[in-house]
């Protein structure tokens, strides 16, 4: 049991595809993440372990974002523990907003105290609310759906310009963060208040620019596994083992990436085509797909991967023989050679990927 941990979860609104909010020049996400860095980092100082749903520049789901949530309640019971979703507002109102959840309770407690804190120090004056959906619960979906007492912060409104004064600089949004945690701080118990000015620690995070990002050239596992009739052996990661038996013909298929996604199809013995493309990614859920149909062996075999600067390297053992490696980088090689396996009918029996930098 946890019974002493204050944990703060901080989801940091939009990201990625999704900007939010575009007003004077800010963009919601950026303002999202840089408010966030700072409340991450002033939180931490005052023993709060902080977890943050994006530090970067991603796309996520409603659904991911509440699931990140709820697992951690999971393997902290005991915890008292904060959802705080972080947003800056646009459409034509002006300053801070905080939403609780209809049940009230603690999350209206939290919800106040940070209305409160903006007010003190920003001069945001408050405005707290709940908002009932038609079906009598919660409204919005992260504090409809999280497990555990969340408040949702609108900072300020981008689109007012008295508003964007206290939050068009990245100094600004990390100080706003500072402004919460101490809001937070008092809400666990830790701390008094931050009475002068905020007294949080200083942090520095690195300044969120926005710019394309230089493609990373970190590591990428690949996790494959085959059947034989339709019982899959274990999985295989990379070169530390071969998939199949050398024996048996294999008849499924199955993959992903450490990241990024991969996809592949097989074709079937005594016929040209190949069964549909399946494509898999590191997935929250482990739903993976498979190539191949139960029972039936397969004697071609096409693997590629989606991210630059890589590509596949696979190769496949017919009648007890390596044959040589494919490559493949987001397409099917041409040719004779864009394959691996013999593709006259003998069936494969161990398959071999690895994912390499080009
Ligand atoms: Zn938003």
């Not at 991450?40 to 949530?69: H, N, P």
């Not at 945001?124 to 038609?134: D, H």
């Not at 993976?288 to 149909?293: F, L, S, T």
């Not at 029972?295 to 991967?305: A, E, G, H, S, T």
């Amino acid at each position: 049991m946890y019974r002493n941990l204050k944990i703060l979860i901080i989801d940091v609104g939009h990201g990625g595809s999704d900007p939010g909010a575009v007003g004077n020049g800010i963009v919601e996400k950026v303002a999202n993440l840089n408010t966030a860095l700072g409340l991450k980092a002033a939180a931490e100082a005052l023993g709060i372990k902080v977890f943050i749903i994006r530090s970067s520049d991603v796309t996520q789901s409603l659904e991911y974002r509440v699931k990140f949530a709820n697992d951690i309640a999971r393997q902290y019971p005991g915890a008292q523990i904060l959802f705080v979703s972080l947003h800056h507002n646009a459409g034509g109102g002006d300053r801070a907003e905080t939403i609780h959840s209809i049940y009230r309770g603690e999350g209206q407690r939290a919800a106040m105290m940070i209305a409160d804190e903006l007010h003190k120090h920003l001069g945001q004056a408050k405005k707290v609310y709940e908002k009932v959906g038609s079906d009598n619960k919660d409204y919005y979906y992260v504090i409809r759906n999280t497990s555990m007492d969340a408040v949702i912060v609108e900072v300020a409104f981008l689109d007012n310009v008295n508003d964007v004064q206290i939050c068009d600089s990245i100094e600004e949004q990390h100080r706003n963060g500072q402004v919460i945690a101490c809001a937070i701080g008092k809400f666990f118990g830790l701390i008094e208040g931050c009475d002068n000015d905020v007294e949080a620690p200083k942090p520095t995070p690195p300044p969120v620019v926005e710019l394309p990002k230089p493609p990373t050239l970190e590591e990428v596992a690949v996790f494959y596994r085959v059947a034989v009739g339709r019982s899959y052996y274990d999985w295989v990661k990379d070169l530390e083992d071969y998939a199949g038996d050398k024996k048996n013909p294999c008849t499924l298929f199955m993959a992903y990436p450490s990241i990024g996604e991969l996809r592949f199809r097989v074709s079937p013995i005594n016929e040209v085509r190949y069964y549909p493309e399946v494509q898999n990614y590191k997935s929250a859920y482990n739903n993976y797909d498979e190539a191949g149909v139960p029972n039936v062996p397969f004697d071609k075999l096409q693997i590629r991967f989606n991210k630059p600067g890589y590509k596949v390297r696979y190769r496949v053992m017919c009648n007890g023989s390596w044959l040589g490696w494919v490559e493949n980088e987001n397409s099917y090689a041409e040719g004779p050679n864009g394959y691996a396996g013999l593709g006259d009918g003998t069936p494969i029996t161990a398959v071999e990927v690895k994912i390499v930098r080009k």
